[in-house]
């Protein structure tokens, strides 16, 4: 067996390189500048990304022995597809193994908005004992509005089923009877919006979902509603949220991703309605450990020419 060259730049749990090394040389530099990247690429056969690192066109030309770009986790967006194509770089992802914890923050984020668990955490230890006006709302009994039915969206509506709540979902891209077979009531987005009395996004940004959530959606949901998002940034028009939440239109909103990441101090973010966390919808031990075995996995398949799971481009 060839003694694959294998580079890893953003780090990889422990599991993932065990996995490589018993077949490849691995060279882990996590934090490699893009510069030193472009100096270094062109030794090996397989580099393998989180988010951080780009693999640019640049990158992609000076990557003369370059069979494989894994990215351990979902989302591609910081790999040049095209120019990885033209380069006959085989481009393999990890999406399964993130559905868990993204489902299960989702949860904790509708629990933690619905009963606004940080203020009252917060508050008590600023020394104050708030409790009358901490009044929250149950789950139970209430109707969820998934928009994207994918594996987060359906691992979210089967995990929401146990507090008892009715599940609509909105997936332009599945059909109708297997929406049910995963647990969701078909529904156009109109329809979701309207009867929802919480949303929670789990599509891809792409041209069709940018913005999706706008006024006009906003506008078409019910007085008091919660929204929830830890899909992608982009998704709401985070304007149009934020006029919403001062209007009362939208009760609280709950996010983990944001149009741009770190999003700073917005009014947003700082909004007392608002709960946010940064990005950490991947970051549970089990999906990162998960994400090192299937991508390194992936990885040594490819290049010995083997079927592959998760082939993106
Ligand atoms: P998936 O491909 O299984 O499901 C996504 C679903 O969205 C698909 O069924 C697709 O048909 C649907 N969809 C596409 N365009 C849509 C639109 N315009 N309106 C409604 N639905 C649409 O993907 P997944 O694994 O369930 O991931 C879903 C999202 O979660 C992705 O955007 C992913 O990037 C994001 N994600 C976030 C984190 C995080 O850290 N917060 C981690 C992993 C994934």
Not at 58 to 79: Q, S, Y
Not at 82 to 108: F, M, R
Not at 212 to 226: E, H, P, Q, R
Not at 250 to 267: H, K, N, R, S
Request: glycine share 8%.
């Amino acid at each position: 067996m060839s003694a694959w060259k294998i580079l890893l730049t953003d780090g990889l749990e422990d599991n993932g390189k065990e996995i490589l090394r018993a077949s490849a040389v691995v060279d882990d530099r996590p934090g490699i500048t893009a510069d030193e990247l472009l100096q270094v690429i062109g030794e090996y056969d397989a580099v393998i990304v989180r988010g951080r690192t780009k693999i640019t066109p640049a990158v992609l030309d000076a990557a003369r022995k370059l069979k494989v770009a894994g990215r351990a986790g979902v989302g591609v967006d910081n790999i040049d597809l095209k120019s990885a194509k033209e380069h006959n770089v085989i481009v393999v992802n990890s999406p399964i193994a993130t559905t868990v914890a993204v489902a299960e923050l989702a949860l904790g984020l509708m629990l933690s908005i619905c009963r606004e668990i940080p203020r009252a955490d917060a508050t008590m230890k600023a020394g104050k004992w708030i409790k009358k006006e901490l009044e929250g709302v149950e789950l139970y009994g209430k109707t969820l509005g998934v928009i994207g039915f994918g594996r987060i969206g359906s691992a979210v509506a089967a995990r929401a089923k146990a507090f008892e709540m009715k599940i609509l979902a909105y997936d332009p891209l599945i059909p109708a009877d297997e929406i049910l077979k995963r647990g969701g009531e078909p529904v156009s987005m109109d329809e979701l919006l309207a009867k929802a009395d919480i949303i929670t996004m789990h599509m891809p940004l792409t041209a069709d979902s940018k913005n999706i959530l706008n006024a006009d959606a906003f506008g078409k949901m019910k007085k008091g509603v919660y929204v929830i998002c830890a899909a992608r940034g982009g998704v709401i028009d985070e304007e149009a949220l934020l006029a919403a939440l001062n209007s009362g239109q939208v009760a609280g909103a709950a996010l983990d991703v944001f149009a741009a990441e770190p999003p700073g101090q917005t009014d947003l973010v700082a909004h007392p309605r608002v709960i946010d966390s940064p990005h950490i919808g991947a970051q549970t031990i089990e999906a990162q450990a998960r994400a090192a075995n299937d991508i390194s996995e992936e990885v040594l398949n490819a290049l010995n020419g083997k079927p592959l799971r998760w082939k993106v481009a």
